[in-house]
């Protein structure tokens, strides 16, 4: 079946960039997402990728996909306290036959110190 | 914009009891499903549906039932709680496929089963 993982912990001071790795084992992924878990509350949607992208940039978020690798990656730029946060790497596969299931990975928990 | 909510936060509940998690979401979406978060597993399905009173097996049913009477409705039962079902419950609604698999989440639901 289809594995996502993630490093559990990264630590950064704030101002420098984070950058988060994910790696997926579904070559059939369609698409690939990143979703961030503040303290307290449930997944919000950051960004995704399309599988045919290498890059997509949305304000200080860069994401690198390298499809041979299987190898996801969320770069935050400036990184600020108010990222400090859990960032999950999720793949949607070609076909579910209904319900568009996500496979989710572990988790990162990011910590953003002053 | 989509909300999703959750019948309760936190919830404290003995061993053997049955115990109902509620999740509405006004967005007419047709898909919807319910997750567990345990530190370090990430996400893990649990059940999923994608249309009234149609439910479909995730990665960990064993334990668990799901209800779904109403589209804005879906129910996550456990017949009989136990202490290895103490976790962070989350529940998500999608639509068809528009052009990606964005799941709108719930802020979760913390059980304790003691």
Known sequence: ?114 | DVKVTQSSRYLVKRTGEKVFLECVQDMDHENMFWYRQDPGLGLRLIYFSYDVKMKEKGDIPEGYSVSREKKERFSLILESASTNQTSMYLCASSPPFTGDYEQYFGPGTRLTVT
């Open chain 1, 1 to 114: 079946g289809e594995d996502v993982e993630q490093s559990l912990f990264l630590s950064v001071r704030e101002g420098d960039s984070s950058v988060i790795n994910c790696t997926y084992t579904d070559s059939s992924s369609t698409y690939l997402y990143w979703y961030k878990q503040e303290p307290g509350a449930g997944l919000q949607l950051l960004t995704y990728i399309f599988s045919n992208m290498d890059m997509k940039q949305d304000q200080r978020l860069t994401v690198l996909l390298n499809k041979k690798d299987k190898h996801l990656s969320l770069r935050i730029a400036d990184t600020q306290t108010g990222d400090s946060a859990i960032y999950f790497c999720a793949e949607s596969p070609l076909l579910t036959g209904g319900g568009n299931k996500l496979t989710f990975g572990t988790g990162t928990q990011l910590k953003v110190e002053l």
